[in-house]
């Protein structure tokens, strides 16, 4: 089963509604309204878990969601929220919205990351604080806001700096293995790998060494999506370095230079950025061949991809482990002299923003030299932002900005200082 990418639906928490009640004590006949507001809905949360490495878990149950919030009670009490649902993946995974495609959040920067996708509704509002001195005895509250609920897809691109490419059965796995603590599956058949397997290359001398991923085997056609070829390719991208492995022996009967363009040009019709990657070609299987058969081969093959100006060549044979680390030398210093930078997706697409964008009216007014920005497409968007946190607030600022409203109020004359209520919020305005 491959296990790198998964779909799941995923849900918040409804808010729980309001509660209407009245207080009831002795001697008390005609007590004001006490009905407590409700629970906030639970959030879904994913973060980042170092100890896994495959989104498997996720094949085995596909509907996740957080708690509901409680109804409020009597005697003003407030309702319990629901609690929160965290989803632990691999670092490098990539969570995306099913129906548009786009990126909702990029999982990767730092075990422990944190990133809530979805927040549950906020609790209504109790009826006791809808007394007013006309209506003393209110005998309505709010209901809470509804869950969100949407479908995505868990994509993981695996986070190393050097990935191993190559047609299947060429012996990238053996290549793993030989230099790393890794032990994946190794058989002489296709498609042996079905999910990136991740070594830690340690060359013991006090030195830095890089994260090493066997990239599962590619074919031709690949990044048309033939052989599971878009999901192998993917998790190339995230890498700063590719060690190209290919047949030098031709057990097969392959041309190793026909099989390097063939990959390169999957690489190229994937993403012109995959093509532009350095590597080094690790020429395989060399043992098989006379000490003079193997320098004509590989002389041979650094000629016809461009002599000193193309990739470098190596003689290696991972079966005995002859040559591979001058090949991790190498590309040790290679790595050393390039930047550090490592890919992180931004944010296309928010769950939360395309809910509260829908065409539903708003009105802002001035009465008595105070101002009133109230509507659904208000009570919504504040249903499912938290105004105390930083991130809530700028989204806040930013959703008065974009729909125009700042740009009322200053029509209609506001000035710094002047209040300015916001449903149940009240703000002072400043410049």
Same mark, same amino acid.
């Given at each position: 089963?491959?296990?790198?990418?998964?779909?799941?639906?995923?849900?918040?928490?409804?808010?729980?509604?309001?509660?209407?009640?009245?207080?009831?004590?002795?001697?008390?006949?005609? $007590? +004001?309204?006490?009905?407590?507001?409700?629970?906030? +809905? +639970?959030?879904?949360?994913?973060?980042?878990?170092?100890?896994?490495?495959?989104?498997?878990?996720?094949?085995?149950?596909?509907?996740?969601?957080?708690?509901?919030?409680?109804?409020?009670?009597?005697?003003?009490?407030?309702?319990?929220?629901?609690?929160?649902?965290?989803?632990?993946?691999?670092?490098?995974?990539?969570?995306?919205?099913?129906?548009?495609?786009?990126?909702?959040?990029?999982?990767?920067?730092?075990?422990?990351?944190?990133?809530?996708?979805?927040?549950?509704?906020?609790?209504?509002?109790?009826?006791?604080?809808?007394?007013?001195?006309?209506?003393?005895?209110?005998?309505?509250?709010?209901?809470?806001?509804?869950?969100?609920?949407?479908?995505?897809?868990?994509?993981?691109?695996?986070?190393?700096?050097?990935?191993?490419? $190559?047609?299947?059965?060429?012996?990238?796995?053996?290549?793993?293995?030989?230099?790393?603590?890794?032990?994946?599956?190794?058989?002489?058949?296709?498609?042996?790998?079905?999910?990136?397997?991740?070594?830690?290359?340690?060359?013991?001398?006090?030195?830095?060494?890089?994260?090493?991923?066997?990239?599962? +085997?590619?074919?031709?056609?690949?990044?048309?999506?033939?052989?599971? $070829?878009?999901?192998?390719?993917?998790?190339?991208?995230?890498?700063?370095?590719?060690?190209?492995?290919?047949?030098?022996?031709?057990?097969?009967?392959?041309?190793?230079?026909?099989?390097?363009?063939?990959?390169?040009?999957?690489?190229?019709?994937?993403?012109?950025?995959?093509?532009?990657?350095?590597?080094?070609?690790?020429?395989?299987?060399?043992?098989?061949?006379?000490?003079?058969?193997?320098?004509?081969?590989?002389?041979?093959?650094?000629?016809?991809?461009?002599?000193?100006?193309?990739?470098?060549?190596?003689?290696?044979?991972?079966?005995?482990?002859?040559?591979?680390?001058?090949?991790?030398?190498?590309?040790?210093?290679?790595?050393?002299?390039?930047?550090?930078?490592?890919?992180?997706?931004?944010?296309?697409?928010?769950?939360?923003?395309?809910?509260?964008?829908?065409?539903?009216?708003?009105?802002?007014?001035?009465?008595?030299?105070?101002?009133?920005?109230?509507?659904?497409?208000?009570?919504?968007?504040?249903?499912?932002?938290?105004?105390?946190?930083?991130?809530?607030?700028?989204?806040?600022?930013?959703?008065?900005?974009?729909?125009?409203?700042?740009?009322?109020?200053?029509?209609?004359?506001?000035?710094? $200082?002047?209040?300015?209520?916001?449903?149940?919020?009240?703000?002072?305005?400043?410049?």
């Amino acid at each position: 089963m491959f296990s790198d990418r998964v779909q799941i639906n995923i849900r918040s928490g409804k808010g729980g509604d309001g509660h209407v009640s009245f207080r009831r004590e002795l001697y008390v006949p005609n $007590g +004001g309204p006490d009905g407590g507001d409700g629970g906030n +809905g +639970g959030d879904v949360i994913f973060e980042v878990d170092p100890g896994i490495s495959t989104l498997a878990d996720f094949r085995h149950k596909r509907t996740y969601a957080a708690g509901d919030g409680k109804e409020g009670g009597k005697q003003r009490r407030h309702g319990k929220s629901g609690d929160d649902i965290v989803l632990k993946v691999p670092e490098g995974t990539i969570i995306r919205d099913l129906e548009t495609g786009k990126i909702i959040a990029d999982m990767s920067g730092s075990p422990g990351l944190r990133k809530t996708i979805l927040h549950g509704g906020k609790g209504g509002i109790g009826n006791m604080h809808f007394a007013t001195s006309v209506m003393q005895a209110p005998r309505y509250a709010k209901p809470g806001k509804p869950a969100l609920e949407r479908a995505v897809v868990l994509e993981l691109k695996c986070m190393a700096d050097v990935g191993l490419i $190559g047609f299947p059965n060429v012996g990238k796995s053996t290549f793993l293995s030989r230099v790393t603590h890794a032990q994946p599956k190794i058989a002489n058949y296709h498609f042996t790998t079905l999910h990136p397997n991740l070594g830690v290359v340690d060359f013991g001398d006090h030195q830095d060494g890089f994260v090493l991923a066997d990239i599962p +085997g590619l074919i031709e056609n690949a990044s048309q999506g033939e052989g599971l $070829g878009h999901r192998f390719l993917q998790h190339i991208e995230r890498t700063r370095y590719l060690i190209h492995v290919v047949d030098g022996a031709g057990i097969e009967g392959r041309d190793p230079y026909d099989d390097i363009c063939t990959i390169n040009h999957e690489l190229s019709s994937y993403s012109p950025q995959l093509a532009e990657k350095p590597q080094v070609i690790a020429l395989n299987k060399m043992d098989l061949l006379p000490e003079v058969e193997r320098k004509r081969v590989s002389e041979e093959l650094q000629e016809r991809l461009g002599g000193d100006a193309g990739p470098r060549v190596f003689c290696v044979s991972c079966a005995t482990s002859e040559g591979l680390w001058d090949v991790l030398s190498y590309v040790r210093g290679q790595l050393a002299s390039m930047q550090q930078d490592r890919i992180v997706y931004e944010s296309e697409f928010s769950p939360e923003d395309e809910l509260i964008r829908d065409e539903l009216p708003f009105t802002v007014t001035r009465k008595k030299g105070e101002f009133y920005i109230e509507g659904p497409r208000i009570e919504k968007m504040l249903g499912y932002t938290n105004l105390e946190s930083e991130k809530g607030f700028l989204f806040f600022q930013d959703f008065l900005r974009d729909n125009g409203i700042n740009d009322e109020l200053i029509r209609l004359g506001v000035q710094e $200082g002047d209040t300015v209520h916001v449903c149940s919020y009240d703000f002072e305005y400043y410049e």
